[in-house]
């Protein structure tokens, strides 16, 4: 069984990696490989290290963020389940500004995404359910919600090509739908 991964840098978003792992498959099923310290740390700063799980298990229709910060470092992917996982370039300084990049990931298509500081991270559930993982890697104590920045799903600026036109949000995504739209 190998564990190798397939390490690229997106085209479109500097900085943001997408790793394909191997996948074994047999009469069983499959197995495959999502961290592996010594090749995927060296992907991050000096120093920094990943130190933090999360999941998120969703229905269909569900679209999360458009969240971020300004020191997570993140590495996502789909355990079951698709997901269309949007990264929104939110670097003020950068010539992709606002920019994003799309990436649908199933059992089909298995990959990881890792997402730098000061991108937005966005997912949409297009199956029935999906568990959503984050792999977080950050200096000092984590930042949640209330310190993060958060983007409208259809925020025109942007202009994400969602697979839906009513998804079901947080409240906090649908507070910044309402504010975007001046409600």
């Not at 991050?44 to 969240?67: A, C, M, Q």
């Not at 370039?89 to 010539?95: A, E, I, L, N, T």
């Not at 966005?122 to 920045?149: C, M, P, R, T």
């Amino acid at each position: 069984m190998s564990f190798d991964f397939e390490i690229t840098e997106s085209k479109k978003l500097k900085g943001v990696m997408i790793i394909k792992p191997s996948i074994s498959q047999d009469r069983r099923g499959t197995i495959w490989t999502s961290f592996l310290k010594e090749q995927i740390d060296k992907l991050l700063p000096d120093g920094l290290y990943f130190k933090h799980d999360k999941f998120s298990e969703s229905r269909g229709n569900v679209l999360r963020g458009i969240h971020g910060d300004n020191k997570s470092w993140k590495l996502v992917t789909s355990v079951y389940g698709e997901i269309h996982q949007v990264v929104v370039d939110c670097r003020k300084d950068s010539p992709t500004y606002l920019q994003w990049e799309e990436f649908i990931i199933n059992k089909d298509n298995q990959q990881l995404i890792l997402i730098p500081p000061m991108m937005g991270n966005s997912y949409y559930i297009s199956s029935e359910n999906a568990v959503y993982h984050y792999k977080l890697a950050y200096d000092g104590d984590y930042i949640d919600a209330d310190g993060q920045f958060t983007f409208a799903w259809n925020d025109p600026n942007i202009a994400i090509k969602w697979p839906t036109k009513t998804p079901i949000l947080s409240d906090r995504d649908m507070e910044a739908h309402l504010k975007q739209e001046g409600k």
